[in-house]
């Protein structure tokens, strides 16, 4: 399973774009970039899932370049309740299902 | 969206003692559940895969005798921490796979992996 690198925390005020960047150099072809969140005592919520160039949901965006070896989720204008743990996975889904999650993204945003 | 429960979400246990944590998926049929374990300030480490009607696949390091796995249907998983002792101590969150459809063109949403709230175990 591809490995992913993604820093291990950042800040934020309220109002503003978070943009959190993922590598994954080893990415395999049939792979796709998963993003969760995940509150304090919770379990992983689901964000948002791409393969390439750029997937637009209600709640982000994901930016995928050709090369797919990286990615980066984009929050626009956060507010004190985006204040989460934000992991980049990626995976074959139709594969085992198997999800190994890596260190994850602290993401604090301030008033 | 598709709901995955878990009972208790919290639990406090004397050492030695054995507790049992349900995974249910509330509205979809489930064929493969997994369970993590995560530890404060940690990530996330899968422990086990759950297929129902097999036996569960354990990840390395993870103790088979210690930590029992049944997916008895295709609702319902659960795992029973042996002999707890207070290391054992964490935040075990279980997630749902529901059976995917057969066929090409299979979307890829059908593949979807849905957790649980999570259970918080403490072992005195």
């Known amino acids: 399973l591809a490995k992913t690198t993604q820093p291990i925390s950042m800040d934020s005020y309220e109002g503003q774009e978070v943009n959190i960047t993922c590598s994954h150099n080893n990415i395999a072809t049939n792979d796709y970039i998963t993003w969760y969140q995940q509150f304090p005592s919770q379990g992983p919520r689901f964000i948002i899932q791409?393969?390439?160039t750029k997937v637009t949901n209600e709640v982000a965006s994901l930016f995928i370049p050709a090369d797919r070896k990286s990615s980066t989720l984009s929050l626009p204008r956060v507010s004190l309740s985006d204040t989460a743990v934000y992991y980049c996975?990626?995976?074959?889904?139709?594969?085992?299902?198997?999800?190994?999650f890596g260190q994850g993204t602290t993401l604090q945003v301030k008033p | 969206g598709a709901v995955v429960s878990q009972h208790p979400s919290r639990v406090i246990c004397k050492s030695g003692t054995s507790v049992k944590i349900e995974c249910r998926s509330l509205?979809?049929?489930?064929?493969?559940m997994f369970w993590y374990r995560q530890f404060p300030k940690q990530s996330l480490m899968l422990m086990a895969t759950s297929n129902e009607g097999s036996k569960a696949t354990y990840e390395q390091g993870v103790e088979k005798d210690k930590f029992l796995i049944n997916h008895a249907s295709l609702t319902l998983s659960t795992l029973t921490v042996t002999s707890a002792h207070p290391e054992d101590s964490s935040f075990y969150i279980c997630?749902?796979?529901?059976?995917?459809?057969?066929?090409?063109?299979?979307?890829?949403?059908?593949?979807?992996?849905?957790f649980g709230p999570g259970t918080r175990l403490t072992v005195t």
């Open positions: 996975l990626v995976t074959d889904p139709r594969n085992t299902g198997k999800l190994i």
């Open positions: 509205d979809f049929q489930a064929t493969t």
């Open positions: 791409g393969y390439k």
């Open positions: 997630s749902a796979r529901p059976r995917p459809p057969t066929g090409t063109g299979t979307p890829l949403n059908s593949y979807e992996q849905y």
